[in-house]
């Protein structure tokens, strides 16, 4: 209820139902709704931090190209895909992460959207500074013979790929333009990927937090360590895969009582789980099957969420499939790490 009163202003929760008089109990509902898609809108630090990165890297990048004379953005892999490009645009949108994560909020598809589009407008903002730095060292008097346009045509033509001797190969001419796509598509999208990672990342709605994830936070037994049989000896098999079954039920039985303990809101009881396995979880971890449960959680709160899973399996022919997931409310992580020995 005191959400209700703190984020919303009367005049708009009204407005939304202008006839009926909902109780304050459908009220609350809506605005968790509302949240949960939501969460803390990006601002304008977030925006800033996003071009200050950027600027920093593609001065970086001019010093390096101009002054040290490396090859960064204009490096290849297999002649198309423009890693340097992409690298760069990994530095240049780094800030948009950064500033998301300082302040909490929720990266969604409006600031991915406004990512993309900074990052292109960035990079012919650099296309134009360096122009003008060029414009500086040709004498007065012939400047208005080379204009922003005629200047970027005449570099995207000469393009070329360094020979193995180092010198330049024949410029691409028109081609050119093709690299300079590619160029700024991998500068623009690089400029994703940390955003991107970020928004992948479980966040708290309650206060407007990305959580952090604690991976095999726990790991139950759900099976028996491998071992090989002989083939030919089919009772024996038998009664080793029957071992393996029973195990699993055993196992899905424990994980089954973890979330009950969650469920009845009983932190002591988790933490019980928890502790009985704890000194055998590299054992655990040894045998066919086993369960891990994924820690999600709110450093603000100590709410969050387990992530039980199923793991079949070991190195390159490990399968991993979910099994449940558990809602831990506000304060239970704290609860249950105060009881974990
Ligand atoms: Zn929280």
Redesign the pocket.
Known sequence: MSTFDEDRSPDESFSATPEAEPSAESFDSTLDAEQHSTGKQPGLFVIASGVVTALASLALLYYLEHIKGWTVIGYYWNFVIPIGAIGVGLCAGSGYGIGSWLTGARIGRTLLITVLVLQILSYFAAQYIEYLMVLEQIPEEFRHEHSFFTYFDSVTRAFAFQQEGGGPGQAFGAWGYGMRFLEAAGFALGGLIVPGILATNPY?T??N?YMSTKSQYAVLPAGVEPRKIKKRDKEALAAYEAEQAAALAEGMKLAEKVGEAISADDPAGVAQILNEQQPQKSKNEKQLRRIHLNLQH?S??A?GKFVAQLVEGHGKEQKVGAIAEWDLPEGFVTQIESTTT
Request: aromatic share 0%; proline share 0%.
């Open positions: 708290c309650t206060c937090r709110c603000v709160c709410g």
